[in-house]
């Protein structure tokens, strides 16, 4: 009893700490990602200069949180990565190479020799950003519309992911990361661009919460356990909370892009939005890894595999998250065109 105890805390701790890595990555490279989306209404190459200073000094590191997912599932799920990573490799090579385009499109557009050079460097990067955050949406998408499993591998086809619901929480991310991008804008510049952002932000805030009443609408009717778990009693006392509080995080959103000062309050509660809506992914396929096919005891590793990897987590998670804070810190403040952050 004693081994299936500490085995069961371990699932429960790495399923969390993946849960956790997979957030982290969401809200640090979202935001990072709104920018390049968020490109083409900035056609000016001094705004173009002033949106990607903003993020120069800290983009590169938030990949950090999804190298420690992927390996993290691959370590403590090695089923769960084996069936998933089959049924979603187009979409992933498609984000993978995105994020690689992108992050060469960043840094040679510094050196481009020409206008038109710079040109085509800010359409990669615009292509790259767009890319990456459609293909992360089309994946969850494809998690949670189910996934055939036979004898514990991938029994589906190749082109089982795309479907009119994947393409629904593609565009759903794409403009979610959009709303993330222009709240860190609105709280970095001033002057005339923080206003036109403001007045952006405004816009995708409604187009995000469009899309989040329309995923959530959708996903009770993709499985059964779906609706049971949000709509069954008594599981509907755990889950009602989770949609009143994005409503009303919803109403101070709207708020606070129309009020001046405290630039940094639309960020953090685009923050807390998507900490709902990834609350609210939890609830719908918990404890499932693979829903409706695997749990996460099913899908985990041997117990000593999972506490050897784990020691070794909880060192070095504390040390990125503050080398992360201490680059944030350094860099905070607004950014000054002329004279950089103060």
């Not at 089959?86 to 090579?93: E, N, T, V």
């Not at 994947?166 to 923080?194: H, P, R």
């Amino acid at each position: 009893m004693d081994g299936l105890f500490v085995s069961f805390d371990l699932t429960i701790a790495w399923a969390l700490l993946l849960a956790f890595a997979i957030y982290v990555y969401v809200v640090l490279d979202g935001f990072d990602l709104g920018i390049g989306i968020l490109y083409p209404f900035f056609p000016e190459k001094k705004d173009r200069d002033l949106l990607m200073n903003t993020v120069a000094p800290v983009w590169d590191g938030n990949e950090t949180w999804l190298v420690l997912g992927g390996g993290g599932l691959f370590a403590a799920f090695p089923l769960a990565y084996a069936i998933l990573m089959p049924a979603l490799y187009p979409p992933m090579i498609a984000m993978l190479l995105a994020l690689v385009f992108r992050g060469v499109a960043f840094e040679y557009r510094w050196r481009a020799s020409s206008r038109l050079a710079e040109k085509a460097w800010d359409g990669a990067f615009i292509g790259g950003s767009a890319l990456a955050s459609f293909a992360q949406g089309i994946a969850l998408g494809a998690i949670l519309q189910g996934i055939e499993v036979e004898g514990r591998q991938y029994a589906g086809g190749w082109w089982d992911w795309l479907t009119p619901f994947s393409i629904l929480t593609g565009f759903s991310v794409m403009a979610g990361y959009a709303l993330l991008g222009a709240c860190w804008l609105n709280m970095k510049l001033e002057g005339d661009v923080q206003h036109r952002v403001r007045r952006i932000a405004r816009i995708l805030a409604l187009i995000t919460v469009f899309f989040i009443v329309a995923v959530s609408l959708a996903t009770p009717f993709l499985e059964a356990s779906y609706w049971l778990r949000w709509f069954g009693w008594p599981n509907m006392i755990a889950t009602a909370p989770v949609p009143i509080a994005v409503g009303l995080i919803t109403l101070l959103l709207g708020r606070s892009l129309f009020a001046h000062g405290r630039d940094w309050l639309p960020l953090v509660l685009t923050l807390l939005l998507f900490l709902l809506c990834f609350l609210g992914l939890g609830l719908s396929i918990w404890p499932d890894v693979v829903p409706g096919e695997v749990t996460i005891w099913d899908a985990a590793s041997p117990q000593k595999s999972q506490a050897f990897m784990f020691v070794g987590a909880i060192v070095l998670v504390p040390i990125i998250l503050a080398y992360t804070a201490y680059a944030y810190w350094v860099f905070r403040g607004k950014l000054d065109p002329e004279q950089g952050y103060h």
